[in-house]
């Protein structure tokens, strides 16, 4: 007889200002390693993992309640979309037609909008026959909403497994669409592998040799420039806070990391794209995916209004993301899709589909 793969239980968490009930998922593993998806915002709740002392503790900023993540601003653990990341003057056109999206971030609409999909109530069910415990969380945007043509079916099945080599927790990303419609869904975790306190000893390298660089609006210039000699080279290990207050000015515009780095061998399916340390647990995170971008984002705009579950406040640098996505911008920008880099707009007929892997290990010896 197979061991026991894990268990799946969900709880009520709360009514939204609206009335709406969200509950909260928890896939549980044997050794009580543990994520917790809420099905507001399909967000990323609580992971649970080893530290280098087998201590489980949290490596994401988890908030206690329905009425925080509704007050937080920065979409804490939330699926976002319909388009992930800024959309320039919050306009796009598709076959000819222009549309517009209602802005929320200076001139440009960020994250699909005023009221995104990470603001939504998703449907939740188990799914069983995988490598481990599994909840899929599907959403229906109507044609029009925020401004997008075609009724869109999204989801996202977490995913969570382990063996010898730690525990990993994959995101599915799919979608669906009746009309032609821009697609581009991450989810906006901010990881904190040795718990409170800053992120900047945290040490990284990312798998990518150009980033793109943006304007006073953050929005893309259009180049995708190369990253030696500048802040953005994390091709060998490098501790977060070593370049982080350098003069530079694409630092200086985003007040830190929020830049998309485009991932080496793109369009070749799912690889490793970066590694995480943190010093003092000893944790370590492996992200793979078959995205052609990450969005590395620093907490810039972080001003200590979050309380995280034990009541402490979040502030700026205190976590990280690690978004990964298509392009910023790309369906304004026809030279950030193609050749690897996939397409901005999803057609009927046609799968939006992307997959990130999350993989957690400890060592003594970090």
Known sequence: MDAPTGTVSHAPFGRTRRGEPVERWELRLPSGASAEVLTRGAALHRVRVPDAAGALGDV?????????????????????GRVANRLGGGRFTVDGVEHRVPVNDGPNALHGGAEGFDQRVWDAEEVTGGEGPAVRLTLRSPDGDMGFPGELTAQVTYTLAEDAGGVRLRLDHRATTTAPTPVNLTN?????????????????????????????DLIPTGELRDVTGTPFDFRTPTRLGERLRDADEQLLRAGGYDHCLVLDDAGTGERTVAELT?????????VRTDAPGLQLYTGNFLDGAWRTVE????????????ETQLLPDAVNRPAFTGGGLGEAVLRPGAVFTTSTTFAFSASSGS
């Open 188 to 216: 906006h975790a901010y990881f904190t592998l040795d718990g409170p306190g800053t992120v900047e000893e945290h040490v990284l390298r990312l798998h990518a040799s150009r980033y793109v660089p943006v304007g006073e």
């Open 311 to 322: 009541g402490r406040p979040v502030r700026q640098g205190d976590a990280l993301c690690l």
């Open 278 to 286: 943190g010093p003092r647990s000893g944790r370590r995170l492996r």
């Open 60 to 80: 994401v900023v988890a908030l206690p309640d329905v009425s925080s993540y509704e007050a937080a601003e920065g979409y804490p653990g939330a699926v976002v």
